[in-house]
């Protein structure tokens, strides 16, 4: 999975198609990732205990990592590759522009 935790994104498909936002957690066993301000749903919880708070709570879930479009910071969304550079670590660059990510 070439999606990382702070990267900006791009939804590309689905009933957030078009919504951008930062990934907030990636999670590569499930192939998923959390997009702060998509996918949100309304949760109506039961307080546990004094500090666990009653009512309808917002949570943010997870969406497929395939519905999400990574965006470079100077030629918007975008593929991105895998490339080594000269010390042999490998760094995800644009495929348009060749920048780093």
């Known amino acids: 999975m070439r999606i990382r935790k702070g990267d900006r ?3 590309i ?10 990934v907030l957690r990636a999670l ?3 192939h998923r990732v959390v997009v702060d301000g998509v996918a949100v749903a309304k949760r109506h919880t039961k307080a546990r205990d004094a ?5 309808i709570l ?3 879930l997870p969406i ?3 519905n999400v ?3 470079c910071r100077a030629c918007g969304p975008t593929r991105i590759a895998m490339k080594v550079d ?3 670590r490998r760094q995800r660059v644009c495929r348009r522009c060749g920048g780093a990510l």
């Open 9 to 11: 994104v791009r939804v």
């Open 13 to 22: 498909a689905g009933k957030w198609r078009g919504a951008e936002g930062e």
């Open 28 to 30: 590569p066993a499930r």
């Open 51 to 55: 500090s666990s708070p009653s009512g």
């Open 58 to 60: 917002e949570k943010t």
């Open 64 to 66: 497929d990592v395939s």
């Open 69 to 71: 479009m990574i965006i």
């Open 86 to 88: 000269d010390a042999g």
